[in-house]
Structure formats: C-alpha cells, structure tokens
C-alpha cells in the first residue's frame, strides 16, 4: 500500500480517437434529435420510416438496421402508428412474417425528415473547407468500410453513448 504518493497519469501517445468519434457523434445526434423534434420524430422513428419505404422490410430487419434492441423497435412502431405514418401488416412473401408498411403520410413526412438530416449534416459539412470534406468524408468512409467495420467480440457488454429523445 503507498501512503502519501500520488499516482501519475500515463502519458498519451496517440491523440484520444474514441473521445473524438464519441464526443462528435453525440453532438451530431443531439441536432439531429432537436431538428427532427420540430416535426415530432425522433430519429428512431425517421430510421424505421425512410428504411421501410418502399421496402417490405420486418420489424426485425428495421430493428437491426436502426441498432434497436426488440423493446425500442416495438415502442417506436406503435409511436409511427398511432401517429397514422406506419402500419403493421403481414408480409407477402411470408405469412408468418409481418411487415412495417409507410402510410402515404409516413412517406411524405419521411421526405421531410430525410431532407431535415441532410441539412444538419451538410450543415456540419459546411463548418469544414471544400478540400477537408472531401478528405473527411474519404478518410470517414474507409474506417466505416475497413478497420472499424466490424464489432469485435467483448467480456461484457460495451457501454454506447447515451441518446436523449424527445
């Protein structure tokens, strides 16, 4: 046991890439949650409508495409419902199976909320100069296509950032 000596901190080496990509992707998604909350959608909601578009897309296939655990997915269908933008309904390749089907109005709000996160990231986009954009989004791109493709597997479960929605 050390009595009366102070631990140094280690010193960094590398700047903190994960403080960055987690401090920059909770801010984008705090924006992105204010601006869609001006038409009353989350971004859970505007994931499920503008992936089920068009699509005969499962609540599961939705529920993996937005990241949703089976609860969140089931919550945000019913919220879709009863706002008359979705409907549940059996799939028509699969009986057993039902889809989420996008009301004439799920689709024209869809239009909206797409065109509301287009304007939120060009927004960010913009903060950056013609030439690092384009490297931004190349060097973006090739981390979310290469090295951090793909989730490794942990001990435990890997804490995410927390989300607030409105």
């Not at 994960?18 to 992105?32: A, E, K, N, P, Y």
Request: proline share 3%; hydrophobic share 45%; charged share 25%.
């Amino acid at each position: 046991m050390l009595v009366g000596m102070t631990a140094m901190a280690p010193t960094r080496t590398v700047p903190d890439v994960s403080f960055l990509l987690d401090r920059t992707s909770h801010v984008l998604r705090t924006r992105i949650a204010a601006a869609l909350a001006e038409i009353g959608l989350t971004a859970r909601m505007h994931c499920v409508l503008v992936h089920a578009v068009g699509e005969e897309r499962t609540q599961a296939q939705l529920a993996e495409i937005g990241d949703m655990d089976k609860t969140t997915m089931v919550v945000t269908v019913d919220a879709l419902e009863a706002a008359g933008l979705a409907q549940r309904r059996p799939s028509s390749t699969d009986r057993r199976a039902r889809i989420i089907a996008v009301t004439a109005e799920g689709a024209r709000v869809a239009g909206q909320s797409q065109a509301i996160v287009d304007r939120v990231h060009a927004e960010v986009l913009a903060t950056l100069g013609e030439r690092d954009r384009g490297i931004f989004l190349r060097v973006m791109e090739g981390l979310a296509t290469g090295h951090l493709a793909e989730s490794v597997e942990t001990p435990g479960p890997v804490r995410r950032a927390r989300q607030r929605e409105s």
